[in-house]
């Protein structure tokens, strides 16, 4: 068959291959239409794709048994069988005449090969390695011919392993994978120095020994260029090929003559593997005939391109590819681009220039593979050049500074160095103190530090003491912030280096624990903090008099972690060692005020909130007076003081206390710093509680987008953020926004698995729907709490009662409640609850009215003194409902005062003033003439009542924190 038709028949064939069964039948008709005979040739060959022949697996000829371990050949015994190629077999051998000792790797041509070039080939591999003596390139031993007349070469036995194998399983970076690739290059060029070209390079033949040394092997097909008649002849694409396809130069291909720079394209194959881990070309099949015309005619990709989409092996060494890509982007993908140039003139002269170009590379000098323009080289001046160039400015700045204040340095004396544990408290008070721009954003601080992290990776990977102390300090930073996630990943980053060294100081070690304890805490991990700081308890009590600084700041962060867990005594314990320290061996003021204010917030914890707000209100006095009025700890200090005016309900006081933290945080620590975050929710629920709905709004209003922005639109804050914006929107009356934004909460808190969370704004949302009329709904949403929470408290049986009222059910609310009383036999808000479901009841006796007349009235009276009171408010409501009938002027009064009292509590309404004034828009006029009958849940006015205020101290309590806290 003639070679032309034979290239059209596999072109032909390859591509009905990759066609499925009806397409493959399709082309073959179109195919038929313009050459039958072709088609029929076609045919045959795809008939032969599931045939089981096994005729062409059968050999002609058998072979002779090839040698065996512990034969001897010449004066060499066998041992292992290394390897076997087309030509011959690699043997371990030991010499075993008794001249003298030696290992070697024994090759020896295949036994029964009458192929006469074979044997020229074998011979001239030993002339060839004859003449080459290079560390790189494995020698030539001895070389005879056996008694039975079996050729063999004795070689240098290479420990080793392929050169793409050995940089995989080191993870290599690129220097050093380049550098030993120069050691190719380097046992090529002294091949070709002495008129050798390998001509058949592949990392198969390229072994590296354990210390990293390359030896190049296998000259079996290499090519004499002072060769003579007597060499075999080059064999074309259509005789037996005995180069290796994937390695092989176009020439190759084409059956040309070779030269060195077939060499050279090899070389280019073989180092874009090392950079990228696959071959040049990405084919459809990988057939023969594929590889050759990508070979001939294919672009290769870019290496840079090629590490991104992925390749074969591994060639990523710990790193990012998009890292990795970038570092080959120009002058690599230049280098082996041009190596792998279609025609040779194109490429490197020879395998010394290809390495040459490499170390210009790695020197940061321009390479001959890129244009040589201005910037370019400009480009490469100042990379090379940027550490003397910046020491110039510097040095330049330096003395320019020098000048400016040549008169006031002689007047100061050389200072000793600051150690670093003051520099380091010097930095993150720097920032903790720095302001901030309008927009939230830090003043540069962010892009500052992330530059410092990125630097001392680079800079100080080889001095992991002094990175970690940087760790440290940045993590400080990052606490400061707010960025409590960061600051965990560098403080672990710092621990694992601490882990690694044997020398690191004893307080680096301690203030590296009592940073990571922290931001546990801070991150609501009470149990993981109290781990972190126990298990380094005795080395802070011996540490205690060379470092009271740090071990001051240990007790402090594991004393608010007890307290956190309610053990007040042991963090009282701490604080009070910690004060002691910072009083007498540190005289450190602020670190004083700071255990003051925890001192303070434990009388919170132990229900005396006066005597907490004495102790924070003189910590305040005493901060301002040592720092001013702009210090950080001033925003917790007025957190705490509003807290505790909160529970003690002095509303506006706290609503003034809370605002002027949010105030200072704002300025200070930005917007969008968690703290401000925190503050300005809570300051609106305190202005809810106060009455100044809109104001509320607003400022929720304005906190859901930064909270978004810095948590995500589905984390738990996000969903407080929702539940505050429903309790405005309901104390403004506007029911189905409020209903929209609770069940936004709702989804959220369903999706964390908040269960606590999730039933207040249950609970929240059911009081909408009651006051909405959806008493039906508002039962199953009270359901699902019942299920969540498993024990109800009082507000949800006020509401399950109100929706069982709304559906005339009196009976039914009346046995849940009486369940309740015997759990909690004197709580005089059930005894009031129960006592409004009796006079709602038409059914309940004399007695049990004139007993709930007189529950109702103790209410009004031995309730907390604030006449704002929720609780009282309710039972004032209640008692004026049930005197409409039976005493119409005594409950114009009640509601005349009612009245009153919220509109000074809520002048922009609210829940409690709506259900008021439905309550006195149904009650007759005291001048009416009506019968007097017993009042009913007939209505829903009537029977709405008795849900909770919402606005008012209701919403503040929900909110109320438990304790105050620093950070």
């Not at 968690?674 to 400022?699: F, I, K, M, N, V």
Request: glycine share 6%; charged share 25%.
């Amino acid at each position: 068959m003639e070679r032309t038709r034979w290239q059209r028949l596999s072109n032909a064939l390859d591509a009905l291959l990759d066609l499925d069964g009806d397409a493959r039948i399709a082309r073959l008709a179109e195919i038929e239409t313009e050459d039958a005979d072709f088609a029929r040739d076609l045919r045959n060959l795809l008939a032969q794709e599931h045939t089981e022949d096994t005729l062409l697996d059968s050999p002609l000829v058998t072979a002779p048994p090839g040698p065996r371990e512990g034969e001897q050949v010449g004066p060499y015994r066998l041992e292992t069988l290394l390897g076997e190629g087309g030509m011959g077999q690699v043997w371990v051998a030991e010499r075993a005449d008794g001249l003298y000792e030696r290992r070697v790797a024994l090759k020896l041509l295949r036994p029964g090969l009458a192929d006469p070039n074979l044997r020229l080939r074998f011979t001239r591999e030993r002339q060839i390695l004859a003449r080459l003596a290079h560390p790189h390139i494995a020698r030539l031993l001895d070389a005879g011919i056996s008694a039975s007349g079996q050729p063999y070469l004795a070689l240098e036995e290479v420990q080793g392993e392929g050169i793409l194998e050995y940089c995989r399983k080191r993870d290599l970076g690129l220097r050093p994978r380049l550098q030993l690739f120069q050691q190719v290059c380097e046992a090529v060029t002294h091949a070709h120095a002495n008129l050798v070209v390998h001509r058949d390079l592949k990392p198969s033949n390229i072994l590296v020994t354990p210390d990293g040394q390359v030896r190049l092997l296998d000259f079996g097909i290499a090519k004499l260029l002072d060769g003579n008649e007597a060499d075999p002849p080059e064999q074309t694409r259509t005789g037996v090929r005995s180069f290796t396809l994937h390695y092989a130069a176009p020439e190759q291909i084409r059956g040309e003559p070779v030269t060195t720079q077939t060499d050279v394209y090899s070389l280019g194959v073989v180092m874009y593997e090392l950079l990228t881990g696959s071959k040049p070309y990405r084919l459809k099949r990988e057939t023969s005939a594929q590889w050759e015309e990508a070979i001939l005619a294919g672009d290769p990709q870019r290496p840079s391109n090629a590490v991104v989409r992925g390749g074969e092996d591994e060639a990523v060494p710990g790193i990012d590819r998009k890292r990795w890509s970038k570092m080959l982007v120009g002058d690599l993908d230049n280098i082996a681009l041009k190596a792998l140039s279609k025609l040779p003139s194109e490429r490197y002269p020879s395998a010394e220039a290809l390495s040459l170009d490499i170390q210009r590379h790695l020197d940061g000098l321009p390479v001959l593979a890129r244009a040589p323009s201005f910037g370019y080289r400009t480009r490469k001046f100042l990379s090379r050049h940027r550490w003397p160039i910046a020491l110039t400015l510097l040095i330049g700045l330096t003395l320019v500074g020098l000048l400016g204040f040549t008169w006031w340095q002689r007047q100061q004396a050389i200072r000793e160095t600051a150690r670093a544990q003051a520099l380091q408290t010097f930095v993150v008070g720097l920032f903790e103190n720095a302001g901030v721009a309008r927009t939230g954003k830090p003043l540069d601080v962010e892009t500052l530090i992330d530059a410092g992290e990125l630097r001392g990776d680079r800079e100080l990977a080889l001095q992991p003491r002094a990175h970690a102390e940087l760790l440290g300090v940045i993590a400080r930073i990052r606490i400061a912030l707010g960025q409590y996630e960061e600051a965990r990943i560098l403080l672990q980053r710092q621990q694992d280096l601490l882990m690694s060294l044997t020398d690191a100081p004893p307080g680096l070690r301690l203030e590296a624990a009592t940073q990571r304890g922290r931001v546990q805490r801070l991150q609501g991990d009470v149990h993981g903090c109290i781990a972190t700081l126990a298990s380094v308890e005795p080395r802070a009590a011996r540490a205690q008099a060379q470092l009271p600084a740090l071990v001051a700041d240990y007790y402090s962060q594991l004393a608010r972690c007890r307290r956190a867990l309610g053990e007040r005594d042991a963090a009282r314990s701490l604080f009070e060692r910690s004060l002691a320290l910072r009083r007498s061996a540190l005289g450190d003021d602020i670190g004083v005020v700071e255990n003051l204010t925890d001192l303070a917030a434990l009388s919170v914890d132990a229900g005396d909130s006066p005597q907490a707000l004495r102790g924070f209100e003189g910590a305040l006095a005493q901060l301002r007076k040592i720092a001013g009025p702009r210090h950080p700890l001033a925003i917790d200090i007025l957190r705490s003081i509003g807290a505790t005016q909160q529970q003690m309900g002095q509303a506006v006081a706290a609503s003034r206390s809370w605002g002027e933290a949010l105030m200072l945080s704002d300025d200070l620590q930005g917007p969008s710093h968690p703290a401000t975050l925190s503050l300005r929710r809570q300051h609106a629920l305190l202005l809810l509680e106060t009455g100044r709905l809109r104001e509320a709004e607003a400022s929720l209003e304005a906190n859901r987008p930064l909270i978004q922005q810095r948590y995500g639109a589905t984390s738990v804050e996000a969903a407080a953020a929702w539940d505050a914006l429903g309790q405005v929107s309901h104390e403004l009356g506007e029911l189905d926004q409020s209903h929209d934004q609770f069940l936004r909460a709702a989804r959220i808190l369903r999706d964390a698995k908040s269960q606590a969370a999730l039933a207040d704004t249950l609970q929240r949302d059911a009081a909408v729907l009651i006051e909405a009329h959806r008493a039906q709904s508002a039962l199953r949403v009270l359901e699902d709490i019942r299920k969540l929470r498993g024990q109800p408290n009082i507000e949800w049986l006020q509401l399950q009662a109100a929706a069982r009222l709304q559906l005339g059910d009196v009976t039914q609310a009346l046995e849940e409640l009486g369940i309740a009383r015997r759990i909690a036999p004197d709580s005089l808000e059930l005894r009031s609850l129960q006592s409004h479901l009796l006079l709602a009841d038409a059914t309940s006796d004399a007695v049990s009215r004139a007993n709930a007349m007189s529950t109702l009235e103790e209410a009004t009276t031995l309730t907390p003194t604030n006449r704002t009171s929720p609780q009282r408010l309710r039972a004032q409501l209640w008692l004026a409902q049930a005197l409409c009938t039976t005493a119409p002027e005594r409950a114009q009064s009640l509601f005349d005062d009612l009245q009153s009292t919220l509109a000074e509590a809520q002048p922009q309404g609210g829940v409690l003033s709506r259900q008021t004034k439905a309550a006195h828009d149904a009650c007759p006029s005291p001048t009416a003439t009506t019968p007097i009958t017993a009042p009913t849940a007939s209505t829903p006015a009537q029977a709405s009542p008795i849900t909770r205020p919402r606005g008012a101290a209701a919403a503040g309590a929900q909110s109320r924190p438990r304790r105050a806290s620093l950070s």
